[in-house]
């Protein structure tokens, strides 16, 4: 029975869903239960290993287990960690952590009208610095983070339909992302590209009402000096850093490529850079435009 449970093991995914109060853990939830996932919510870290080794004494088995885990736990959230790196000895585990923005987090918190599970005698800010401050460190130890300040429920849980879905095709998952450096750092970039040293399209009088989708803004930004020497040393660079992701078991990255307001240089580049990554094998790829559309 031992070799069974061993086996077993092996084979089974357990993600860790946790974060900001407020962020969407309940979206994700219902969003990986739709995906066939075992999900079980406010689970105290400790109760990780036994809900595996029961889940692999099932007959049919359960290869995907979600586990939300936050700060309704208590004093047992603190071992959380700990608890993680333990497992990751015998069971493929990953950490999902949701964040937004603080303003986001207290309308939302305002409109559903709950306390803060931290605020205690304070404000609903004080709760979320007092979150934030405790979940410091498993922030950074995440596999994937996901902002959700600009998502609704229904792109959220599209996002990690999509995220979750292409698992089974791809190795990693790669998303390029265009942003505009005025509106602020991607804060769930892996790899942040700058193409400000590009020519702006945006002083040119014909070319500005364009996107960078737009072919004669494509155009215009690889006749640019540096444009393509760029764009191939960039793939180049990608090709070691993406084999390193699949042996190191790293299923999700996102790279962000940024230019003044996000309209036409990034754009232009992300899509072109997205294109010539989904040639290496065991990648997918998607695009995203955070800021097009802003101005």
């Known amino acids: 029975m031992a070799t069974d449970i061993d086996t077993n093991a092996e084979q089974q995914e357990v993600l860790i869903v946790t974060g900001m109060s407020g962020a969407g853990r309940s979206t994700v939830a ?138 089974d095709t791809a190795g990693v998952q790669v998303t390029v992302m265009s942003f505009g450096f005025k509106y602020g750092l991607p804060p769930d970039a892996d790899l942040v590209a700058d193409a400000r040293f590009l020519p702006n399209p945006f002083w040119n009088p014909e070319l500005r009402p364009h996107t960078g989708l737009d072919d004669v803004v494509k155009e215009y930004v690889f006749q640019q000096d540096g444009a393509e020497e760029f764009i191939a040393a960039y793939v180049a660079a990608m090709r070691p850093i993406f084999a390193g992701y699949q042996r190191e078991n790293k299923r999700h990255a996102m790279i962000a490529i940024g230019c003044t307001g996000g309209k036409h240089r990034s754009v232009a580049i992300a899509e072109e850079l997205a294109t010539r990554l989904r040639g290496f094998p065991g990648v997918a790829v998607n695009t995203k435009h955070r800021d097009l559309g802003r101005e």
């Open 30 to 167: 219902n969003a990986l239960e739709d995906l066939d996932w075992y999900v079980v919510d406010n689970l105290p870290p400790q109760m990780l290993r036994p809900l595996i080794e029961l889940a692999n004494r099932a007959e049919s088995g359960l290869p995907r287990i979600a586990a939300v885990v936050d700060v309704r736990g208590r004093n047992f959230f603190e071992d959380l960690q700990e608890m993680i790196q333990s497992l990751r000895e015998g069971t493929k585990v990953r950490v999902l952590f949701l964040e937004a923005s603080d303003a986001v987090l207290v309308r939302r918190f305002e409109q559903v009208r709950r306390p803060h599970p931290l605020q205690g005698n304070g404000t609903i800010l004080d709760g979320i610095d007092a979150e934030r401050a405790r979940l410091r460190e498993i922030r950074e130890a995440s596999d994937i983070i996901v902002d959700t300040t600009d998502l609704n429920i229904h792109q959220l849980a599209t996002n990690i339909t999509e995220t979750f879905a292409a698992e």
